[in-house]
């Protein structure tokens, strides 16, 4: 079955402790994105990559890192979170060829609590 | 920076009739013109898009209108029923300068509710 994962679906965590959510579509997708989710904000994107090894800054990327090492996998590290990146995230991917956005398929979601 | 305003943000309407959201975009260059639906505790799913080079698109009772020289696009549902009940996205494609890659900025989202 075509889809997007992600792990884990629920964190709580404190300030300050490394962090790590996955990311993995079986898709072929060249373009993956993440994005956070506030309400009253909607989606807004943190990074996205064209392929692997090119990442790109999104419109809110402080306090986040990514790498794209493999076509499958788009990791979102969090180094030193903090209470204001609570929020529910959602990573995405695109086929993407030539580096444009396509149909974007979401996976379920991560739901971070920084305390 | 390059931004997309959504109007309006809560919408109710009576099932059957039609309900209509706005959008405007602000980058002259944007191509890709997207809308979400998202269910309440669900991902975002794609419901229709429009590229550029159309003015309109229709799929059963869902189409999007787009006029490239006024920047602004809009969802169109007909005969609404309530499983049409859902917040709606609308995004837009950004080219970024500096690549040959895109980034899609969203709008902030119309929940509209169906009365039976």
């Known amino acids: 079955e075509a889809q997007v994962t992600q792990n884990p679906r629920y964190l709580i965590t404190v300030t300050g402790k490394k962090l790590t959510v996955t990311c993995s579509q079986n898709?072929?997708?060249?373009?993956m994105s993440w994005y956070r989710q506030d309400p009253g904000l909607g989606l807004r994107q943190i990074y996205y990559?064209?392929?692997?090894?090119?990442?790109d800054k999104g419109d809110v990327p402080e306090g986040y890192k990514v790498s794209r090492k493999e076509k499958r996998n788009f990791p979102l590290i969090l180094e030193s979170p903090s209470p204001n990146q609570t929020s529910l995230y959602f990573c995405?991917?695109?086929?993407?060829?030539?580096?444009?956005?396509?149909?974007?398929?979401f996976g379920p979601g991560t739901r971070l609590l920084v305390l | 920076g390059e931004n997309v305003e959504q109007h309006p943000s809560t919408l109710s309407v009576q099932e059957g009739d039609s309900a209509v959201i706005k959008c405007t975009y602000s980058d002259s260059a944007s191509n890709y013109f997207p809308w979400y639906k998202q269910e309440l505790g669900k991902r975002p799913q794609l419901i229709i898009d429009?590229?550029?080079?159309?003015g309109e698109k229709k799929d059963q009772r869902i189409a999007v209108t787009l006029n490239k020289t006024a920047k602004h696009f809009s969802l169109h549902i007909t005969e609404t029923q309530p499983e049409d009940s859902a917040v709606y996205f609308c995004a837009a494609s950004i080219h970024d300068g500096y690549s040959s890659a895109s980034k899609i900025i969203f709008g902030s989202g119309t929940r509209l509710s169906i009365r039976p």
């Open positions: 898709m072929n997708h060249e373009y």
């Open positions: 995405a991917s695109s086929l993407g060829l030539a580096g444009e956005v396509e149909t974007q398929y």
């Open positions: 429009i590229r550029s080079n159309v």
């Open positions: 990559s064209m392929n692997v090894e090119v990442t």
